[in-house]
């Protein structure tokens, strides 16, 4: 079984200033590793996924998150944040070699409120 | 290229009722996957839906149930509705079973008085 750790449920930050948000996963297998956002009222879209290759991965919006496999962490950070990053953030694990292998786990999110 | 539709965006029932959601996949996605997003927390799998058939089930009691069409489109159907059953229902459709990643509807929300 998989489960998905957000160790914060809201990070207040100015806009501008650097963010981390933290995610920590247990796995007993290879997984593949997503970050989710979800703005008011809407579903949720992917920001930046990790398959293979490379630990580290980019969004098109700033964002990147490093796989760390020894810390089983897919931490997602931004150097500079924007107003319009004020949203709710979901980090998921997906087991591919299930029959259902696009399965997500997700953690509880977490609510990144950017300040002016 | 259409993505993926859910209807209705809104609806209450009352407990012990019956209900329907739809949800139509994205163009050439044979894979429909459902989720359930309580208030305050993250989604949490129902089940996935590939080719017609229940490809995988998430720990919801047999009272949740689902149909995949011909056209790939499907519905979540919940018998004997209880409060704690108000939630966002998502619906994600995929080119595959395996493939990642996901595209998600805006949900429907369904709220249990």
């Known amino acids: 079984a998989q489960s998905v750790t957000q160790l914060d449920s809201q990070v207040p930050v100015f806009e501008e200033a650097p963010v981390e948000l933290r995610c920590n996963y247990s796995s007993s297998v290879s997984v593949y590793l997503f970050w989710y956002v979800q703005y008011p009222n809407q579903g949720l879209q992917l920001l930046l996924k990790?398959?293979?290759?490379?630990?580290l991965v980019e969004s098109i919006n700033g964002f990147e998150a490093e796989f760390n496999k020894s810390q089983t962490s897919f931490h997602l950070r931004k150097p500079s944040v924007h107003i319009s990053d004020t949203a709710e953030y979901f980090c998921?694990?997906?087991?591919?070699?299930?029959?259902?292998?696009?399965?997500?786990?997700f953690g509880g999110g977490t609510r990144l409120m950017v300040k002016p | 290229e259409t993505g993926v539709t859910q209807s209705p965006t809104h609806l209450i029932k009352t407990r012990g009722q019956q209900v329907t959601l739809r949800c139509s996949s994205q163009?050439?996605?044979?894979?429909v996957s459902w989720y359930q997003q309580a208030l305050g927390q993250g989604p949490q799998f129902i089940f996935q839906?590939?080719?017609?058939?229940?490809?995988g089930r998430g720990n919801f009691p047999p009272r949740f149930s689902g149909l995949q069409f011909p056209n790939y489109s499907s519905e979540l159907n919940v018998n004997a509705l209880e409060l704690d059953d108000s939630a966002l229902y998502l619906c994600?459709?995929?080119?595959?079973?395996?493939?990642?990643?996901?595209?998600f509807g805006d949900g429907t929300r369904l709220s249990i008085l």
């Open positions: 990790y398959l293979s290759g490379s630990t």
């Open positions: 998921a694990v997906s087991d591919p070699l299930h029959n259902a292998g696009n399965m997500l786990t």
């Open positions: 994600a459709s995929s080119p595959g079973p395996n493939n990642q990643p996901q595209h």
């Open positions: 163009s050439g996605h044979n894979t």
């Open positions: 839906y590939y080719r017609e058939e229940e490809n």
